[in-house]
C-alpha cells in the first residue's frame, strides 16, 4: 500500500511538472508571437498601401516560422496589385526559401513539418509562384491527404494554369461531383486561362475523372467547351451513369436550349441516374415541345426519375403551373397521376395549404 501511494504521489507530481513546462512554452510561445506581430503587421499593412520601405528589421532564423504565419494571414485578407509588394518583402525576408524548405528540401531548416507548416507553405508557393516546388506539390495532389491537396491544386493553376491541368486531375477525381469548392478554389487563381486544355482533357480521360472536370468546364464556360462535352457524351467509351450525368447537367447549362434534342435521347436510358439528370436538364433549357417526353417519364419505374419529370414540368416556364394541375385528370397512369398530385402540393403556396 506504502509503495502504491508513493508511485501515485510520484505520478501526480511528474504531470504537475510537466504541465507547468508545457504552460510556460506554451506562454513564451505566444508572447513571441504577440511580440513579432507588433513589429512586422505595421511593415506588412505598409507594403499592402505601397509605402518604400528601406530597411528591415533583422529576421532570425528561429522567427522565420512565425513571421511567415503572420504574413500569410494578412496575404489572406488581401487580393489584387496590393500582393505584389506583400510578395517583395516575403522575397527580401526569404520566406520564399523558408516555404521550399519545408516543402522540397525538407529538414534543413525545419525537420518533419506539421500539416500546419506544409500548409503555410504551399499557401506561400501559390503567392509567390515558387517554380521549384512544382514536383512536390504535384504529389500532394496525387497523393493527399486532404484539404492539403486541394490548395496544392490551387498552387499549381496559380504557378502555371495551362501546364497544371494534367496535374489537378486527380484531386478533381477524388471529389468528383462535390468538387465545386475545388473548382470555385481553382477559377479564383486563374483557371479559365486553361479551358481549352481541360476541354481537350475531356475526351481522353476516364470516366471517373468526368464529375469534377465537367463542373470544370461548366464553371470555365466561354464558347470553347460546347463540342467537347457533345463529343464525350455521344462517345461510346461513356458508359459509367455519373459521368454521363454530370455532362448533362454540363451541357444543358452551357448549350441551353440548342441541346435539348441531344438531351432527349438520353431520357430513354437503361439507367434510372441518367435519365432522371435528363429530366432535370430538360427542365432547366426545355421548352412546351419537350412536355410529352417528360410526361412520359411520370410513369418510369424509378422514383426519382419521376418525381423529378415532374418537378421538370412545373420548371418550364412556357408551360406554367397550370399544364401539371391539368395533367392528373389526362392519365390514366396510377404512378403518374399519384408523383404529379404529390408535387403540386410540395409546391402549393404555403398560404394556399
Known sequence: MVWAALFFLGLTLWMVIVIFFVKRQLTRSLNREQSLTEIWEPIFFGAVIGEEITELPVLSRNDQLPVLKIWSHICNNIAGEALDGLGLIARRLRLDQVALDILVHQGLRIRNPSSVELLLSIRAA???????????????VQQGPAPLDRYAARALVAIDPVTSATA??????????????????????????????YADLLQTVDDEVIPGLALLLERCNDGQTLAAIRGRLTAPETQDPEAISALLNTLSIVGGASERELLQSFTGHRQWLVRMRAAQALGRCGNRHDAAILESLLSDENWYTRYHAARALLAIVELGRSHLNAFPKRTHDQYARDMALHVIAETEAPALR
Request: proline share 4%.
Open 126 to 140: 501559390e503567392r509567390l509562384l515558387l517554380t521549384p516546388a512544382w514536383d512536390r506539390l504535384a504529389k500532394i
Open 168 to 197: 489537378v486531375l486527380p484531386a478533381l477525381t477524388r471529389q468528383g461531383r462535390w468538387a465545386r469548392h475545388l473548382v470555385e478554389d481553382l477559377i479564383e487563381v486563374g483557371v479559365a486561362e486553361a479551358t481549352q486544355t
